[in-house]
């Protein structure tokens, strides 16, 4: 059974860091583009970033850039959303999502195919 399993989410202040996980079971990460998406209640669904496979390049959303850094460890078949500086408008659920293609674009949410459960990040005082 292919599953995706998102982690490490939570409650943390302004200014907080959280270290987002994406496990993969029943394939192999190394060549699939992961994404990351977030949807907070009554706003569509957002792409945060993406890692393509093979190569790894990365790309983000202007909001994000300079605060979340994603990478992976295939030993681990895990991808990571490091997010840094964390602001309220960050609060969302976080989903996790892996697509075949040569570069990721973490736009196009219809490109991937399998999707973890979400974790929920909220950043509050």
């Known amino acids: 059974q292919l599953q995706l399993v998102e982690s490490g989410g939570g409650l943390v202040q302004p200014g907080g860091s959280l270290r987002l996980s994406c496990a993969a079971s029943g394939f192999t990460l190394d060549y699939y583009a992961i994404g990351w998406f977030r949807q907070s209640p009554g706003k569509e669904r957002e792409g945060v970033s993406c890692i393509s496979g093979g190569s790894n390049s990365t790309d983000y959303v202007d909001s994000v850039k300079d605060r979340f850094t994603i990478s992976r460890d295939n030993t681990k078949n895990t991808v990571y959303l490091q997010m840094n500086n964390l602001k309220p408008e960050d609060t969302a659920v976080y989903y996790c999502?892996?697509?075949?293609?040569?570069?990721?674009?973490?736009?196009?949410?219809?490109?991937?195919?399998?999707w973890g459960q979400g974790t929920q990040v909220t950043v509050s005082l």
């Open positions: 999502a892996a697509g075949f293609m040569r570069l990721c674009v973490f736009q196009a949410a219809n490109e991937y195919d399998y």
